[in-house]
T-cell receptor
Framework: GAGVSQSPSNKVTEKGKDVELRCDPI?????LYWYRQSLGQGLEFLIYFQGNSAPDKSGLPSDRFSAERTGGSVSTLTIQRTQQEDSAVYLC??????????????FGPGTRLTVT | KQEVTQIPAALSVPEGENLVLNCSFT??????LQWFRQDPGKGLTSLLL?????REQTSGRLNASLDKSSGRSTLYIAASQPGDSATYLC?????????????FGSGTRLLVRP
C-alpha cells in the first residue's frame, strides 16, 4: 500500500510569508507526528495527533506554528510570518494505533522549506 | 531530559569492512529503539526496531543490539558496500507529554569507499 506522503517536496518562500505543509498518513493510521530537521539542531519532535486532536504540542517552537488534522487523516502544518530560522526539512510520520507495541513510526519523504 | 548521542559523527571506510555505529541514551525508560537510514535529500527509512525487552535484531547484513541498563545500542554492518553510504540515525521512543515520541541522535554520516 501507499506510504506516508508529503507535499510540496520543496518550498521556497520569502521571509514574512505564511506557508502550509501537507501530510497524508498511511490509510488507517490514527497517530500522526510532525518532526523538524534543521542544520545544527538534528531531528526534533513538533506535534502529535491522535485522530483529530493534538494531545501533545510541546515541540512547536513558537506561536507562529500551528497544525490541524481533519477526518483523522490529512494534516496541515502552518507557519505564519516565516523567519529564516524556520528553514528546515519538515517530516511527517504515522503509526497505526498509539500505545500499541512496537510503536513503530513510518516516515514520509519530508518537505524542504527554504526561507529567503 | 532524554539525550541521545551518536558516535562517531562521521565515518569513512573502504568497501568490505565490517563496522560498528554507536548510540547512547541517558534515560533507560524507553519503549524501544529504532535505527534509521537517511539518504541525502530523502526521508527516513527504518532499518531495525528493537523493543525494550529484546537484546538484538538482525536484518541481512545489519545487526542492532540494545543494552538498556547501560543506555547503549550498536548497529553492526557487515561487509560494507558503497550503497551503504548514508546518514544513520538512532532514536528512542519514550512516553512523554501524552505521546510516544521519537528522540533522535544527531546521526553518523557513513561513506563506504569503493
Amino acid at each position: 500500500g501507499a506510504g506516508v506522503s508529503q507535499s510540496p517536496s520543496n518550498k521556497v518562500t520569502e521571509k514574512g510569508k505564511d506557508v502550509e505543509l501537507r501530510c497524508d498518513p498511511i490509510s488507517g493510521h490514527t497517530a500522526l507526528y510532525w518532526y523538524r530537521q534543521s542544520l545544527g539542531q538534528g531531528l526534533e519532535f513538533l506535534i502529535y495527533f491522535q485522530g483529530n486532536s493534538a494531545p501533545d504540542k510541546s515541540g512547536l517552537p513558537s506561536d507562529r506554528f500551528s497544525a490541524e488534522r481533519t477526518g483523522g487523516s490529512v494534516s496541515t502544518l502552518t507557519i505564519q510570518r516565516t523567519q529564516q530560522e524556520d528553514s528546515a526539512v519538515y517530516l511527517c510520520a504515522s503509526n497505526p494505533v498509539p500505545g500499541t507495541p512496537p510503536y513503530e513510526q513510518y516516515f514520509g519523504p519530508g518537505t524542504r522549506l527554504t526561507v529567503t | 531530559k532524554q539525550e541521545v548521542t551518536q558516535i562517531p559523527a562521521a565515518l569513512s571506510v573502504p568497501e568490505g569492512e565490517n563496522l560498528v555505529l554507536n548510540c547512547s541514551f541517558t534515560d533507560s525508560a524507553i519503549y524501544n529503539l529504532q535505527w534509521f537510514r537517511q539518504d541525502p535529500g530523502k526521508g527516513l527509512t527504518s532499518l531495525l526496531l528493537i523493543q525494550s525487552s529484546q537484546r538484538e535484531q538482525t536484518s541481512g547484513r545489519l545487526n542492532a543490539s540494545l543494552d538498556k541498563s547501560s543506555g547503549r545500542s550498536t548497529l553492526y554492518i557487515a561487509a560494507s558496500q558503497p550503497g551503504d553510504s548514508a546518514t544513520y540515525l538512532c532514536a528512542v521512543i519514550r512516553l512523554m507529554d501524552s505521546s510516544y515520541k521519537l528522540i533522535f541522535g544527531s546521526g553518523t554520516r557513513l561513506l563506504v569507499r569503493p
